[in-house]
């Protein structure tokens, strides 16, 4: 009961928003919005002249309800779609599944996975795009069927150098992408299926993503060993063009902040290269998110993308159950027809633990502790030991460093004086 009194919350918290857009009188007021940023920013002649759309609609998940403004904040698995420099800095190891309904009869089924060995992350996913594709003669009757596909299959690592205690290191990464387009065959003027003529539009590519990330302090005011900004450097879907047809090459310039505790700000700025044709890239766009934390298990997102000829308003809500976390998430874009359930993507996020990796902070975190209680009362043996120890579970862990140093310090200008000492005798 529990459950389905949390999933109807997080709908209702998801929709809400949007119900003067579906009661104001019959009136597109999105499409008056998308008008308005259209005419500041005009039409990009240059659009859809990339292949494989696939590769610019997200699986779901917590970035696609901050409307893809997530490069910089890359915290769980949708990092894999925006920059692949996430991995060696995620928390926990995680297994996704991820449904979005899109325009017309369009879906797009995803499954992800992700873990971390140190400072080495790993990951893969699957996404697949599919849509009927029906032929119909001038006599109305259908004359060819099937579906139009397009799939992507990723695989992701990236390392974190320099991390430590204070610094959280410069995290770097790689995608390695295949794709597919298949094409069923088709009929001719006089409705006779053409063999192979699906195939010869089909197509087969090998592209990569490389990213940057790095987290900081910035402007902090309130207490949390985690830090509250990010950056992050991002180039996608680097490849060559695929039957004459550009990939979607962008790169991304990201920056994340958290001004306080429940609440994070995001914002992505795009520039989209065609490399068949640098005149043939489309316009800049960018991307702005919000994230905030209502309770331990809820969390609300909303995002705007101003892209010319397609900006796109996305909400979104996110509730936790113990190790499950359930996204939902509307976008409305320019191609979307206002109607409910139109554009919806729903994730479920298995939480798999972190590897032990928190006990061991706790553990270190008292083994500090227990070293300063000892030094204070005087017993320095005892904290040398408790600041190994801690030390000997992780190296970088640079407070229990600053205390061996002091106590060292301390030792050697000991044995100075008392060498002194002597000298005087």
């Given at each position: 009961?529990?459950?389905k009194i ?5 709908v209702f918290?998801?929709y809400?928003?949007l119900?003067?857009v579906f009661s104001?009188?019959g009136?597109d007021?999105?499409g008056d919005?998308a008008?308005y940023l259209n005419?500041?920013?005009g039409i990009?002649n240059?659009a ?5 759309p696939?590769l ?5 998940g917590?970035?696609q309800?901050m409307?893809?403004?997530f490069s910089?904040?890359s915290?769980?698995?949708s990092?894999?779609?925006f920059?692949p420099?996430g991995?060696?800095?995620l ?8 449904h979005?309904n899109w325009v017309a009869d369009?879906n ?9 060995f140190g ?6 996913g ?8 029906t032929?119909f003669n ?9 579906y ?12 974190n150098?320099?991390?430590g205690y ?9 995608n ?6 298949i094409?069923?065959?088709y009929a001719d003027?006089?409705?006779n299926?053409?063999q192979g003529s699906?195939?010869?539009q ?7 993503d490389v990213g940057?990330?790095?987290?900081f ?10 830090k509250n900004?990010s950056?992050?450097l991002?180039i996608?879907n680097?490849?060559?063009p ?5 990939l979607?090459?962008?790169v991304?310039a990201a ?12 914002l992505?700025?795009s520039l989209p290269?065609n ?6 890239s489309?316009k ?6 919000l994230s905030?934390?209502?309770t331990?298990?809820l969390s ?8 010319p ?8 809500s ?7 976390a359930?996204?939902?998430n509307?976008t409305?874009?320019?191609?979307t027809?206002?109607?409910p359930?139109n554009r ?11 590897g032990?990796r928190?006990a061991d902070?706790n553990k270190i975190?008292?083994l ?6 000892a030094y204070?009362?005087?017993n320095h043996e005892?904290?040398?030991?408790c600041w190994?120890e801690a ?9 229990a460093?600053?205390?061996l ?5 301390r030792?050697?200008?000991i044995?100075?004086?008392d ?7």
């Amino acid at each position: 009961m529990r459950l389905k009194i949390a999933v109807f919350l997080a709908v209702f918290l998801v929709y809400s928003p949007l119900l003067p857009v579906f009661s104001f009188d019959g009136q597109d007021l999105f499409g008056d919005i998308a008008d308005y940023l259209n005419n500041i920013y005009g039409i990009d002649n240059n659009a859809g002249l990339t292949a494989f759309p696939v590769l610019n609609i997200p699986m779901g998940g917590r970035s696609q309800g901050m409307a893809g403004a997530f490069s910089a904040i890359s915290d769980d698995i949708s990092f894999l779609e925006f920059n692949p420099a996430g991995s060696s800095m995620l928390e926990k190891s995680e297994l996704a599944f991820f449904h979005t309904n899109w325009v017309a009869d369009t879906n797009i089924e995803g499954i992800a996975y992700a873990t971390r060995f140190g400072d080495l992350g790993i990951a893969a996913g699957l996404k697949w795009l599919y849509t009927p594709f029906t032929q119909f003669n001038q006599y109305g009757e259908r004359s060819s069927s099937g579906y139009y596909s397009e799939g992507v299959a990723i695989l992701n690592a990236s390392y974190n150098f320099l991390s430590g205690y204070y610094f959280s290191g410069i995290s770097v990464g790689a995608n390695l992408k295949g794709a597919f387009r298949i094409v069923p065959d088709y009929a001719d003027k006089i409705d006779n299926i053409i063999q192979g003529s699906g195939l010869s539009q089909s197509a087969v590519m090998v592209m990569m993503d490389v990213g940057v990330l790095t987290r900081f302090n910035l402007l902090k005011s309130y207490d949390s060993k985690d830090k509250n900004a990010s950056a992050a450097l991002v180039i996608r879907n680097i490849g060559p063009p695929s039957m004459g047809e550009a990939l979607p090459t962008a790169v991304t310039a990201a920056f994340a902040f958290k001004p306080i505790r429940p609440l994070t700000l995001a914002l992505d700025l795009s520039l989209p290269l065609n490399l068949t044709d640098l005149s043939l890239s489309e316009k800049p766009y960018g991307a702005f998110g919000l994230s905030a934390n209502i309770t331990s298990f809820l969390s609300m997102r909303a995002g705007l993308m101003i892209k010319p000829g397609s900006p796109r308003i996305t909400v979104g809500s996110e509730i936790t159950f113990n190790n499950l976390a359930l996204d939902v998430n509307y976008t409305l874009d320019f191609l979307t027809q206002l109607q409910p359930l139109n554009r919806v993507s729903i994730g479920v996020r298995l939480d798999l633990g972190d590897g032990g990796r928190s006990a061991d902070r706790n553990k270190i975190d008292e083994l500090y502790l227990l070293g300063l209680e000892a030094y204070i009362r005087g017993n320095h043996e005892d904290a040398r030991l408790c600041w190994e120890e801690a030390l000997r579970i992780d190296p970088r862990y640079d407070p229990a460093r600053e205390g061996l140093a002091m106590m060292d310090d301390r030792e050697t200008l000991i044995q100075r004086v008392d060498d002194l000492y002597k000298l005087d005798i």
